[in-house]
């Protein structure tokens, strides 16, 4: 199938060699008379040694699609726990800061390397003061909780008493950063419905083109490989009627690996076949990916 003007020349598939396979659905994608002017393409790329990393490759598959309820959302996550007895330990260090050089610099607005973060954190906890009176009033406040909190759990005669006095102890509850949440993954279903044989079988490249890349490969021709290759990368984009400058403007995904496909040849209930070839009449198509690095702020605004 011949890939159609306005996307030969505003889509990401562009950049592909002469290598490139291209697939579309339906026939009409990118007209704005049809009302199928917004689509995605899926871009797949052969992975390089490292997995984790973006591939260099060309593209080895350009896969244009309609874009399907349910696809123009994410998620943004971050992970936070609890520290208990943290707060003494916290408010001593906040205590320091304020004659710490790393924290002074920081209030100028100039910026410390990652380096000079480390060496000055360590340096602080040395300089602590023990005649400061505030030092030590976190430091005793710190032991005290480590005491009630052994006479807690260690002694039963310790919790009877806490009882009786209608006493409990005061965790000092901290809430820290752990890092950023898992990496993200994006799910698209699509419900194809073939008008006649040759989009049934133009679905069907689609699904088995698809399906190709997210298998590994055996690492040589051979028929007993001990290794496989890395399936491949997909990069995904979003195009709002039908125009690159209109890409992504909701979010971008990053590149991402394909971790599951699933696919239902009978998308009605009932198996219907077109007469003459046996070709489906309706597949639904489920694809999930799962992005390969993990989001930072300086990510957000970026759509490479």
Same mark, same amino acid.
């Given at each position: 199938?011949?890939?159609?003007?306005?996307?030969?020349?505003?889509? %990401?598939?562009?950049?592909?060699?002469?290598?490139?396979?291209?697939?579309?659905?339906?026939?009409?994608?990118?007209?704005?008379?049809?009302?199928?002017?917004?689509?995605?393409?899926?871009? %797949?790329?052969?992975?390089?040694?490292? /997995?984790?990393?973006?591939? @260099?490759? /060309?593209? @080895?598959?350009?896969?244009?699609?309609?874009?399907?309820?349910?696809?123009?959302?994410?998620?943004?996550?971050?992970?936070?726990?609890?520290?208990?007895?943290?707060?003494?330990?916290?408010?001593?260090?906040?205590?320091?800061?304020?004659? @710490?050089?790393?924290? @002074?610099?920081?209030?100028?607005?100039?910026?410390?390397?990652?380096?000079?973060?480390?060496? &000055?954190?360590?340096?602080?906890?040395?300089?602590?003061?023990? &005649?400061?009176?505030?030092?030590?009033?976190?430091?005793?406040?710190?032991?005290?909780?480590?005491?009630?909190?052994?006479?807690?759990?260690?002694?039963?005669?310790?919790?009877?008493?806490?009882?009786?006095?209608?006493?409990?102890?005061?965790?000092?509850?901290?809430?820290?950063?752990?890092?950023?949440?898992?990496?993200?993954?994006?799910?698209?279903?699509?419900?194809?419905?073939?008008?006649?044989?040759?989009?049934?079988? &133009?679905?069907?490249?689609?699904?088995?083109?698809?399906?190709?890349?997210?298998?590994?490969?055996?690492?040589?021709?051979?028929?007993?490989?001990?290794?496989?290759?890395?399936?491949? &990368?997909?990069?995904?984009?979003?195009?709002?009627?039908?125009?690159?400058?209109?890409?992504?403007?909701?979010?971008?995904?990053?590149?991402?690996?394909?971790?599951?496909?699933?696919?239902?040849?009978?998308?009605?209930?009932?198996?219907?076949?077109?007469?003459?070839?046996?070709?489906?009449?309706?597949?639904?198509?489920?694809?999930?990916? /799962?992005?390969?690095?993990?989001?930072?702020?300086?990510?957000?605004?970026?759509?490479?």
């Amino acid at each position: 199938m011949a890939r159609p003007e306005h996307i030969n020349m505003q889509g %990401s598939n562009r950049e592909a060699g002469k290598g490139n396979l291209y697939l579309q659905y339906p026939d009409t994608l990118g007209s704005m008379e049809m009302g199928d002017h917004h689509y995605m393409i899926f871009d %797949s790329f052969r992975s390089g040694f490292f /997995q984790g990393h973006e591939s @260099n490759h /060309q593209p @080895n598959l350009t896969v244009a699609l309609y874009i399907p309820p349910g696809a123009l959302k994410t998620q943004y996550t971050s992970k936070y726990e609890t520290l208990e007895g943290g707060e003494g330990v916290i408010s001593g260090l906040q205590k320091q800061q304020k004659t @710490n050089n790393l924290f @002074n610099r920081a209030a100028g607005g100039q910026q410390a390397d990652e380096g000079d973060v480390v060496s &000055q954190i360590f340096a602080a906890s040395k300089k602590i003061d023990l &005649q400061d009176k505030d030092n030590r009033a976190s430091i005793q406040q710190g032991g005290a909780f480590m005491m009630a909190k052994m006479l807690e759990e260690k002694s039963s005669f310790g919790r009877q008493g806490m009882v009786g006095a209608g006493v409990a102890t005061n965790p000092y509850m901290t809430v820290f950063f752990k890092g950023p949440g898992d990496y993200r993954s994006h799910s698209f279903s699509f419900d194809f419905i073939a008008r006649n044989e040759p989009e049934s079988v &133009q679905i069907n490249k689609i699904v088995n083109a698809l399906t190709r890349r997210m298998l590994p490969s055996k690492f040589n021709s051979s028929g007993h490989s001990y290794f496989l290759k890395y399936p491949d &990368q997909f990069r995904i984009n979003f195009y709002i009627n039908g125009e690159s400058r209109h890409r992504n403007k909701m979010f971008f995904i990053k590149r991402s690996v394909l971790t599951s496909l699933s696919v239902d040849y009978a998308g009605q209930g009932i198996p219907v076949f077109f007469k003459d070839v046996g070709q489906p009449f309706n597949i639904k198509l489920d694809l999930n990916f /799962q992005e390969l690095t993990l989001l930072t702020r300086e990510d957000i605004g970026n759509s490479k």
